[in-house]
Nanobody, 124 residues
Framework: QVQLVESGGGLVQAGGSLRLSCAAS????????MGWFRQAPGKEREFVAA????????YYADSVKGRFTISRDNAKNTVYLQMNSLKPEDTAVYYC?????????????????WGQGTQVTVSS
């Protein structure tokens, strides 16, 4: 079992930055691929970014490529999402997720554990 707790969300103006964190506890964090998803009001949850267990491979949705960076610190059991040049359309609840996989999952069904989410609101 893996427990995930997100933090770092909040209200920011367009063009600003936020850094989300996801702290993991439970089974060996370093053996899991980690991902970030988001869900805007009235929309389905969508993939944002993911990183493999060894942090040498990442993958991003086209909508955030070049603006967001995913990273992880296995010594701290934490994965991060640095979000720069934020836009109002980035407003959503952001979720981190863990997958017991050695590849980079991009679909919800490939993830085994989920956090409770953190709200990010970008004002125009």
């Amino acid at each position: 079992q893996v427990q995930l707790v997100e933090s770092g969300g909040g209200l920011v103006q367009a063009g600003g930055s936020l850094r989300l964190s996801c702290a993991a506890s439970g089974r060996t964090f370093s053996s899991y691929a980690m991902g970030w998803f988001r869900q805007a009001p009235g929309k389905e949850r969508e993939f944002v970014a993911a990183i493999n267990w060894s942090a040498d491979n990442t993958y991003y949705a086209d909508s955030v490529k070049g603006r967001f960076t995913i990273s992880r610190d296995n010594a701290k059991n934490t994965v991060y999402l640095q979000m720069n040049s934020l836009k109002p359309e980035d407003t959503a609840v952001y979720y981190c997720a863990a997958a017991g996989a050695y590849y980079i999952p991009t679909m919800e069904g490939q993830y085994d554990y989920w956090g409770q989410g953190t709200q990010v609101t970008v004002s125009s």
